[in-house]
Nanobody
Framework: QVQLVESGGGLVQAGGSLRLSCAASGLIFSINAMGWYRQAPGKQRELVAD???????NYADSVKGRFTISRDNAKNTMYLQMNSLKPEDTAVYYCNAAVLTLRQMRVNDYWGQGTQVTVSS
């Protein structure tokens, strides 16, 4: 009963920028941590950045200084501002959220459908 909808992916040249959005909807009591993951062909899904309900952030070393994660709790929406993009950033980016639902009143883990980010050289 919780859905995560991602948007903002696309094709961009190296050095360019993209802004990803993830909107959560459904029978939500509260959202704990949220995060962005990415998966390139032949590689494991890896954490890019995450953020707590209070706004504390964590980044993978490969994106520090280039990406910024944020959230708007009133809108149940998370963002990832990606600057100075590199070809190695090319991947499918997934939204993840730990959600306390109204129905079961327990925390469940949800994933978005993914959005493709392609960075050309």
């Amino acid at each position: 009963q919780v859905q995560l909808v991602e948007s903002g992916g696309g094709l961009v040249q190296a050095g360019g920028s993209l802004r990803l959005s993830c909107a959560a909807s459904g029978l939500i009591f509260s959202i704990n941590a949220m995060g962005w993951y990415r998966q390139a062909p032949g590689k494991q899904r890896e954490l890019v950045a995450d953020i707590t309900s209070g706004g504390m952030t964590n980044y993978a070393d490969s994106v520090k200084g280039r990406f910024t994660i944020s959230r708007d709790n009133a809108k149940n929406t998370m963002y990832l501002q990606m600057n100075s993009l590199k070809p190695e950033d090319t991947a499918v980016y997934y939204c993840n959220a730990a959600v306390l639902t109204l129905r079961q009143m327990r925390v469940n883990d949800y994933w978005g459908q993914g959005t493709q980010v392609t960075v050309s050289s």
